[in-house]
């Protein structure tokens, strides 16, 4: 994927600038400062030579697109009014299917934080298509189009994805299977409890976790989190969290948290048992708790004061029998 960003206007920032990403390793940098590819890795690449040429005919057709698309999407969208910064940003990429197929060319624009167009290649089908477009197409436009994609764009995105997916192959098609935890929070001032499920340490980042009431998905305004953050090891963590309220409590709901990631053979599903964590139940347990160790604290108190007297008792017995025996073999002796 290639994410290019164009900027109208007068920011710190390069006009233009590309970030492209295997997946989601970083593997190329583009900007209009020095208009050279930039590479993060592997940078005395035999393929050098050829990269340079293919970055500049892909990334400079972005850039000039963007920038002329960016003039008239101001007017289109009613945006000439101001007269600040606008930017165009466009997500374009190739994949690579499990056959070692070219799958789809796809590509998504945004202009001042709008969604505008929407693309999409088929080299098997031949075919292309173009949602939420904003300008019409003449029929000589869209053969050119078509001519470019398929015989430009995306066979150099191919080659360019089967090339670095060689070269880092170790990393990105690493399986890491997802390590999950439950959490309970029981909250202050008698709002209720909290219950989290964390699954952390998985790659790669797709991952599907659902917080379920009663075998239904829990509505996602009512969750708080959901998204894939990353760890300092390369790996990924996803965290959503639900506040139960105290009247839920006592109405006695199931809740489970159901996981799907590809490092998985089967869906994970995980019962909270909230009943233990009742507020109420909670408090109660804490003072049957303390009470049977209390009395058990007692009992081992008691039971070792009648032990220590046992023994004393024992001691004092034998130095009496012994001071007996003694004193008569010592009289004896006086004599």
Known sequence: MAFATYIDGQTPFPEFSVVVMLDDVQIVYYDSVTWKVVYRSHSESQYYDEEQSDGGVVFQYIY??????AFYLKDHLN???HTGVHVHQRLVGC???NNDKPGLLKSWDAFDQLNTEEFAFNAEKNDMQVKKPWMSWSQQEWHNKKFLHEYIYQPICIKTLRRYLNMEKN??????????RLMRKTLSDSQGLQISCLATGFYPRHINLTLFRDGQPVDDDQITGGEILPNGDGTYQMRKSLVISEEELREGHKYNCSMKH???DNKLDIIFDVAESDPGSFSLSVVISVLVFMCGAVLIITALIIWRKRCAAGRG???????????PSSVQDET
């Open 79 to 81: 945006h000439t009014y």
């Open 171 to 180: 990393n990105v098609m690493r399986k890491v299977k997802p390590r999950v």
């Open 95 to 97: 994949e690579l299917m």
């Open 64 to 69: 000039n697109n963007l920038k002329q698309q």
């Open 262 to 264: 590809l490092n998985l």
């Open 317 to 327: 017995s034998e130095t009496s029998k012994s001071d007996y025996s003694l004193t």
